[in-house]
């Protein structure tokens, strides 16, 4: 049983350009949440996607948007790259929004590095 | 004040001992309490879940919740190398229609052969 893919592993981009992370989530699972994790602390919350609509969103700016396809695989998209922007993105798939009891599963990342 | 704090190490015990790791935080909201273990290049995979106050134990893991403190921590017994990797606290209200995870920074924990 596939888990969470996420492609692609690691991205070399330069300040300005834009971006594109590709997520499947694991079967069965049909809500994906993106996070970014910076060196050195826990994973941010950027967005969460059910039923193809953004459904929750932490405080990141509007040049993260993601999308979600009808097969419930996600994008995330970043504009205008800053610096600042250089983690490791990770994706997250779970069975409805709020079951948590069912738990969260989460690929291995995309590192981004802007340069 | 950071919502959720996590002492983040780095943490070095021989093989054997017992590890204690643990968080604070300070949204009276969370209601959800989690550990993920994260090998170096990976993502996290979860360890222990727990929902509202108490204790759960499963295997050489347990997670223990004290909501009256605004404190969770998490023991390993007989800590083996393989154990060896960050350990990250996670919260959630998964209440209306905020579901999302609030992270600890993570703690690196090292157990020597």
């Known amino acids: 049983d596939a888990g969470v893919t996420q492609s692609p592993t690691h991205l070399i981009k330069t300040r300005g350009q834009q971006v594109t992370l590709r997520c499947s989530p694991k079967s069965g699972h049909d809500t994906v949440s993106w996070y970014q994790q910076a060196l050195g602390q826990g994973p941010q919350f950027i967005f969460q996607?059910?039923?193809?609509?953004?459904?929750q969103r932490g405080n990141f700016p509007d040049r993260f948007s993601g999308h979600q396809y009808p097969n419930y695989s996600s994008e995330l998209n970043v504009n205008a790259l800053l610096l600042g922007d250089s983690a490791l993105y990770l994706c997250a798939s779970s069975w409805r929004p709020g079951r948590l009891d069912y738990g969260y599963t989460f690929g291995s990342g995309t590192r981004l590095t802007v340069v | 004040q950071k919502e959720v704090e996590q002492d983040p190490g780095p943490l070095s015990v021989p093989e054997g001992a017992i590890v204690s790791l643990n968080c604070t935080y300070s949204n009276s909201a969370f209601q959800y309490f989690m550990w993920y273990r994260q090998y170096s290049r990976k993502g996290p995979e979860l360890l222990m879940y727990t929902y509202s106050s108490g204790n759960k134990e499963d295997g050489r893991f347990t997670a223990q919740v004290d909501k009256s403190s605004k404190y969770i921590s998490l023991f390993i017994r007989d800590s083996q190398p393989s154990d060896s990797a960050t350990y990250l606290c996670?919260?959630?209200?998964?209440?209306?229609?905020?579901?999302?995870?609030?992270f600890g920074k993570g703690t690196l924990l090292t157990v020597n052969p």
């Open positions: 996607y059910y039923e193809e609509e953004e459904r």
């Open positions: 996670a919260m959630s209200e998964s209440g209306g229609s905020n579901y999302k995870l609030t």
